[in-house]
């Protein structure tokens, strides 16, 4: 098991189904207004059911886990459209409890994105990275009205679980061992 992310393995370069090429890094406190800016380009809809409240623009307490991961319990990823404009194009947080034995994972795109197969990268380089890591389960909390992301969930293999008290909330989670 590792527990620290891997210098030498970032950047990375991972191309979508739609043949999109990514560039692939994590997230440093100097990304704090590119991914306020990355935020303003999410639809309100997804930004809602990423941060499961309704903020615009998104608040300093919602980007600080996104630029201040200690690289052991937490990461946080980028990406860039490598023939794009530089600007992000989706951003991605894996967070571990104490133990590495579970992580949460969270995805957001960007509006113009959506569909491409970005997501789809996100979450997977999200899981590997746990699974790098040592962590049993990794799992995504989202609300029930949010079909892409569950059903992008599904095809990954993670499995849907109500969440007790909550009916609007589902839990989908993936084991590895």
């Not at 890591?133 to 992008?152: F, K, T």
Request: proline residues 4%; glycine residues 6%; negative net charge.
């Amino acid at each position: 098991m590792t527990d620290a992310l891997e210098p030498n393995i970032y950047p990375q370069t991972q191309t979508t189904r739609e043949g999109i090429v990514l560039q692939i890094r994590p997230a440093v406190q100097a990304d704090e207004a590119a991914l306020a800016r990355f935020f303003t380009q999410v639809s309100d809809e997804d930004r809602r059911f990423r941060f499961l409240a309704s903020t615009r623009p998104v608040t300093e307490e919602q980007l600080a886990p996104l630029v201040h991961a200690d690289h052991v319990h937490s990461e946080s990823f980028i990406a860039f459209d490598a023939a794009g404009t530089g600007d992000i194009v989706a951003s991605g947080l894996l967070a571990c409890d104490e133990q590495l034995d579970t992580a949460e994972v969270a995805v957001s795109v960007q509006a113009a994105y959506r569909g491409k197969g970005v997501g789809w990268a996100m979450l997977g380089l999200l899981a590997q990275e746990a699974q790098r890591r040592g962590v049993r389960r990794v799992l995504s909390i989202e609300s029930r009205d949010n079909h892409a992301a569950i059903e992008l969930e599904r095809e990954k293999g993670f499995v849907p679980e109500a969440v007790e008290g909550d009916p609007s909330l589902v839990i989908l989670s993936k084991c590895f061992r």
